[in-house]
């Protein structure tokens, strides 16, 4: 079959004004407003208000328009607090009072699990009002994000830019402060500029990933412990010459920072001339338990958030020194730390050997003998592997990524498990999950909001399921 060339059809722009009524938000955060039939899609403007606008793209069933100006402003609009707010792309929502936000998000995952009800013909109707609401779980919404990855790029003549993406693109919004990084985190930003202005090394920095966290620093004659410790981890792609591990150690004795040198296939901490002499992260759990960590390693971004997480998830599953837990997707053991405090047995899957091996670590430093751990592949059909054929569970947890549990649920159905709570960072795969569960006859009994990304279209959410 012959094959021919199609050219690239490039977006239709028209810059013109117009003035529109914006009628909802879409499921990341952006007004909608309608013109010639079709949407238009607005970023930055909000539900109910008259808008100026230009439009940037036209196609055939939508367009996108750049908001002008605000003629009839929101009840529900507050000034951001952040000066970079519209041009980095890490928060959508910050022009929108807290509560609206809340709204916002109550309202996507009402809508996602009616679409997904529908699809598989469950008769009963689930909205807004349908769903067995519980309260939000909330934090602060400010100050609340312990860990983040900074970008560093270079210019032509090596001056660094040093922030986040800019929105819909590669290149970086030049950061000055955030506010949603915890405090020592949200003022690191010109002081990195001062620094790395300074290097005579030029662009050999990838990223920067700051982190806090509680710390053992093994380098000390004491192993030193400090809590809420400043920890940079810095994606060095060229070796650092005297003069700059020089530079890097006066700041972090200035600042009371802890430096760890990341070169791709090894890490050591800045003071340490020996390999093989990590240090130790950590953080604690309400219950006093620690999980300790790596820098590479995925944590809940939001501490308070994640304690009344955990706090919530025993209660919801009412967890009885009798039971025997099954914890899927259980990553360093943030779970089933606290559900081995409770039950009879805790078994923890999950799918990367390293993690199963440190969650295994953290359960024996914190003394806890009643919980193992395995790798497996939740994808996959696991019905016949030891650690299931071999326990009759009484409860599950399940806390999986943004792909979600598809397979897992299904299984998880045909073991009948009596009692299911699903903890998910995305409402589309958590709807079509909660499908599932509900078609092969289970009940939705709860489900909540939890707070762990305020100003950001994203959301966290608990359901519990019962037989």
């Not at 808008?51 to 951001?80: F, G, H, W």
Request: net charge neutral; aromatic share 8%.
């Amino acid at each position: 079959m012959a094959n021919y060339f199609k050219a690239a059809v490039k977006p239709q722009t028209s810059n013109q004004r117009l003035t529109v009524n914006v009628d909802k938000l879409d499921m990341n955060g952006v007004g909608v407003a309608r013109w010639q039939n079709k949407p238009v899609f607005i970023a930055g403007a909000l539900p109910h208000e008259v808008v100026e606008v230009k439009i940037i793209e036209q196609k055939n069933k939508y367009a996108r328009a750049k908001l002008i100006s605000i003629n009839n402003p929101s009840d529900s609009r507050v000034t951001p607090q952040c000066l970079h707010f519209g041009v980095c792309g890490g928060c959508d929502l910050q022009m929108l009072d807290i509560e609206a936000q809340l709204d916002f998000k109550q309202n996507k995952i009402s809508e996602l699990f009616s679409r997904c009800f529908s699809d598989h013909n469950i008769v009963k109707k689930v909205g807004q009002k349908d769903l067995p609401w519980q309260a939000t779980v909330e934090s602060s919404p400010w100050h609340y994000r312990r860990k983040a990855r900074i970008g560093v790029q270079f210019d032509k003549n090596s001056q660094a830019t040093i922030g986040f993406r800019q929105k819909s693109t590669n290149q970086l919004a030049a950061i000055k402060s955030c506010p949603v990084l915890v405090e020592p985190l949200n003022a690191i930003f010109p002081l990195l500029k001062k620094l790395l202005a300074q290097l005579t090394v030029k662009s050999a920095i990838g990223h920067i990933e700051v982190i806090q966290a509680d710390l053992i620093d093994t380098t000390s004659e004491n192993n030193s412990q400090k809590e809420n410790q400043v920890v940079l981890v810095i994606r060095q792609l060229r070796a650092m010459n005297e003069t700059d591990i020089g530079l890097w150690q006066s700041y972090a004795q200035e600042h009371d920072w802890h430096v760890i040198i990341d070169e791709g296939d090894k890490q050591q901490p800045l003071n340490s001339h020996k390999e093989g002499s990590p240090s130790v992260l950590s953080y604690e759990l309400a219950d006093n338990s620690k999980i300790y960590f790596s820098s590479s390693d995925f944590i809940q971004i939001n501490h308070k958030v994640n304690n009344a997480m955990i706090s919530q998830a025993l209660a919801w599953l009412n967890v009885l020194p009798s039971d025997n837990v099954l914890d899927l997707f259980c990553g360093l053991g943030n779970f089933s730390l606290a559900l081995a405090k409770q039950a009879k047995h805790v078994v923890g899957v999950e799918g990367v050997q390293v993690m199963v091996d440190k969650a295994t670590h953290n359960a024996q430093i914190n003394g806890f003998d009643n919980c193992q751990f395995y790798h497996s592949d939740l994808n996959s059909q696991w019905l016949l592997e030891s650690w299931a054929s071999g326990h009759v569970f009484d409860k599950v947890l399940l806390d999986p990524a943004r792909a979600g549990a598809e397979e897992a649920v299904n299984q998880i159905a045909k073991l009948k498990i009596p009692s299911v709570l699903y903890v998910s960072c995305d409402p589309a795969t958590l709807a079509r999950d909660s499908a599932i569960l509900v078609s092969q006859g289970y009940n939705l009994e709860k489900i909540s909001l939890l707070d762990m990304f305020s100003q950001t279209k994203h959301v966290e959410t608990m359901v519990l399921f019962t037989q």
